[in-house]
């Protein structure tokens, strides 16, 4: 008889009676070969032992195996990982490594291959539904090169149609290595930012961005949100662009480097922070403001200067200025202050903080990875339902003061451009 076997002895004997004039236990018993995964068994084999099992009386000789040492040692291998991954807290390649330290090199050499393609057949059924057994999985393009899988619960779908401020943001550290990112997509809902699709894409191309965002609609036939923020992406910019006529914008402090300046020099930052001002002046200004910045900062500066010139203003021509790499319309933020809008990722990359404090590693297995992720929608169907009987969600005060000030700088601004720059850079 045949059958596909998962974990189990490979010798397991099942009593059937005591014969008292023989003095013996008749037992039946089943030899599995010593493999972790079998597609075959051979079964009801026949041993007679002593009533202590310390005498082999009798055995059926049609039914002797020889051992394979190699695959009981990876089955104990298997075994070890199995229980150190349930009771530590430790990453998955640190589990891995601490279990394959007395591996003998024979075992080694028949360890079964990681996969890292994306031709897998079909995802668990307990991994397409929330913790509450309702969809999860909401598309799957299956197998091949160009898989995009995405997850959604209902109530998430619905909050995302009905959003009027989208955020989207990727993630390459936290992905499973057969996908190239986790593309996430927030909203805010009750003035808190939450995520709510979260899609793995196998690159970062305009047609998968396209074919992302078409099957959403799809699905949310009414979505049709009116500011969307990203990064400064062409790809994804121009997907969102065509498929929605509303106004982009995004932080423009992300694409200036010079990281380890900013974070060490305060005044160096404090310039880095004028060049980002640029950003919150009314959009006719911006042009003259950047020359008479280009005039004042330090000449170390001008590199940085150079690149945020050509990028988000175009270099000064005899005609006028060239078309830079994003129009102004993209990144300016006077407007989105004025209205109170949302003007950063800053919530999408503490999301991504916390999410990296879940998976504990990176690129973690994609059943672990979507586990994690089931009991992250959990977690946001909880916060919907505090955010739906009324609790309020206080942001940050620094936050708020330093938004304020912007606000107040914006609708009163100083008597000089370099002035203006100048406060609008201590709020940054």
């Known amino acids: 008889m045949s059958s596909e076997v998962h974990r189990i002895p490979t010798l397991r004997i099942r009593h059937r009676f005591l014969d008292p004039e023989s003095n013996r236990t008749v037992s039946d018993c089943r030899i599995f070969p010593g493999s972790y995964r079998i597609r075959y068994r051979i079964s009801r084999p026949g041993i007679h032992t002593n009533c202590t099992h310390t005498i082999l009386l009798h055995e059926n000789d049609n039914h002797i195996h020889p051992g394979n040492p190699v695959s009981t040692e990876i089955r104990i291998f298997e075994e070890k990982i199995r229980h150190r991954a349930l009771n530590s807290n430790e990453a998955t390649q640190n589990v891995i490594d601490y279990c394959l ?112 965002i078409d099957k959403l609609s799809e699905i949310c036939p009414s979505w049709s949100p009116k500011f969307i923020m990203m990064d400064f992406e062409h790809a994804s910019i121009n997907v969102f662009s065509d498929k929605f006529v509303t106004t982009t914008n995004s932080s423009i402090t992300q694409g200036l480097g010079f990281k380890t300046n900013y974070e060490q020099d305060p005044v160096f930052a404090h310039h880095v922070n004028q060049i980002a001002a640029l950003a919150f002046l009314q959009p006719n200004d911006v042009s003259q403001s950047f020359d008479d910045l280009y005039n004042l900062l330090p000449q170390m500066l001008h590199p940085l200067l150079d690149y945020f010139e050509d990028t988000y203003v175009g270099r000064n021509r005899t005609l006028g200025r060239a078309k830079p790499m994003f129009e102004l319309e993209f990144w300016n933020m006077h407007q989105r202050t004025t209205d109170r809008l949302m003007r950063t990722n800053n919530s999408a990359e503490a999301w991504h903080r916390r999410l990296s404090s879940i998976m504990q590693c990176q690129h973690p297995t994609l059943w672990s990875f979507i586990n994690n992720l089931k009991n992250e929608e959990h977690y946001i169907h909880c916060q919907l339902i505090k955010l739906n009987c009324g609790e309020k969600v206080e942001p940050n005060k620094k936050y708020l003061n330093y938004s304020a000030r912007l606000r107040h700088l914006i609708m009163h601004p100083l008597p000089s451009i370099l002035q203006q720059l100048e406060g609008l850079a201590h709020n940054l």
């Not at 299956?142 to 909050?159: K, P, T, V």
């Not at 009027?164 to 986790?182: A, C, H, M, N, R």
């Open 101 to 212: 330290t007395n591996l003998s090199d024979n075992a080694v050499a028949h360890l079964p291959e990681i996969s890292h393609d994306k031709t897998f057949n079909l995802i668990p059924d307990k991994l397409t539904t929330t913790k509450r057994n309702s969809l999860f999985l909401q598309f799957d393009s299956g197998s091949g090169n160009d898989r995009i899988i995405i997850f959604a619960s209902a109530e998430q779908l619905q909050i995302l149609e009905n959003c009027e401020q989208l955020l989207v943001d990727g993630t390459f550290k936290l992905t499973p290595s057969i996908f190239y990112q986790l593309y996430a997509m927030h909203v805010v809902y009750r003035n808190t930012v939450l995520p709510v699709v979260f899609a793995l894409l196998p690159n970062k191309t305009q047609q998968t961005y396209r074919r992302l």
